[in-house]
């Protein structure tokens, strides 16, 4: 924990540009934050997927005539 505490105030106080530590720290937040949001919303979109392909599979097409010339 003092690991980190440090490479943050590291972080915080250096005033040259970002290096490429900070991107990894903020790389590594955003995967975080995705793997969050999927595990919290993952199921529902699916549902959402799963009732729209549902819907789509019960339209009744075999009343529309499609005539083919040769």
Do not use: C, P, R, W
Request: a negative charge.
């Amino acid at each position: 924990m003092q690991n980190l505490k440090n490479l943050v105030l590291a972080l915080h106080n250096d005033e040259d540009g970002a290096t490429a530590t900070e991107y990894i720290v903020l790389l590594v937040l955003i995967a975080v934050l995705v793997i969050g949001i999927i595990s919290l919303f993952g199921s529902q979109i699916d549902d959402l997927f799963k009732n729209a392909s549902d819907e789509v599979d019960q339209i009744d097409i075999s009343h529309q005539t499609t005539t083919y010339q040769n």
